[in-house]
């Protein structure tokens, strides 16, 4: 089964800021590694799919990138609404793994 | 509107048997699979498994795999999650979501783009 690791786990920032979160698979996933936002007492939503595709909808300060084994998903500016826990997910074999986590707190 | 519609939440004691829904509406049910996610208290989310409720073929996360039964009702266009023998440690909110797609010139890629609110479960003697 593919493995797959976020860094940091927590962060603390500042609205404005630039926040880059890292993902990392342990074996290659191509680019089949999506992101989802969730916030506390929600179900998460989907940001990013195929490493660096912005769903319909969201924000263009969200972005992603990465192919075979890292990826990043990036917040250029951080905005009040985005205080929030951020998950990778691999979409190239079952079982389709999460990463831990991230989660995005105020500084 | 697209969605999906959880049953409520559950209080249980170990050892009871417990089924939990999820209704699909507004898109061709029998089209997506649709996922089951679970979220422990203060923990992130795992997998479960998947049914395609097509025609109900199903995979499972071998941490899941004999410890739950994914099932689905077409004709109601409702999945279901079920427990025969409920432990403590399956507190937690369980999530369905729907297995969408998006098209791409290196082919087809697939991500949870429709997610129900949850079903909280608690068991607790």
């Known amino acids: 089964d593919i493995q797959m690791t976020q860094s940091p786990s927590s962060l603390s920032a500042s609205v404005g800021d630039r926040v880059t979160i890292t993902c990392r698979a342990s074996?290659?996933?191509?680019?089949?590694l999506n992101w989802y936002q969730q916030k506390p007492g929600k179900a998460p939503k989907l940001l990013i799919y195929?490493?660096?595709s912005l769903q319909s909808g969201v924000p263009s300060r969200f972005s992603g990138s990465g192919s075979g084994t890292d990826f990043t998903l990036t917040i250029s500016s951080l905005q009040p609404v985005d205080f929030a826990t951020y998950y990778c997910?691999?979409?190239?074999?079952?079982?389709?793994?999460f990463g831990g986590g991230t989660k995005v707190e105020i500084k | 509107e697209v969605q999906l519609v959880q049953s409520g939440a559950e209080v249980k004691k170990p050892g009871e048997s417990l089924k939990i829904s999820c209704k699909g509406s507004?898109?061709?049910?029998?089209?997506?699979?649709i996922a089951w996610v679970r979220q422990m208290p203060g923990k992130g989310l795992e997998w479960m498994g998947i049914?395609?409720?097509?025609?109900?073929?199903?995979r499972y996360s071998p941490s899941f795999q004999g410890q739950v039964t994914i099932s689905a009702d077409k004709s109601i266009s409702t999945a279901y999650l079920q427990w025969s023998s409920l432990k403590a440690s399956d507190t937690a909110m369980y999530y369905c979501?729907?297995?969408?797609?998006?098209?791409?010139?290196?082919?087809?890629?697939?991500?949870?783009?429709?997610w129900g609110k949850g079903t909280t479960v608690t068991v607790s003697s």
């Open positions: 979501a729907r297995r969408g797609f998006g098209e791409l010139p290196l082919g087809y890629y697939y991500y949870m783009d429709v």
């Open positions: 507004g898109y061709s049910f029998t089209s997506y699979w």
């Open positions: 049914i395609y409720p097509g025609d109900s073929a199903t």
């Open positions: 074996q290659s996933i191509s680019n089949y």
């Open positions: 195929a490493a660096s």
């Open positions: 997910q691999q979409s190239y074999s079952a079982p389709l793994a």
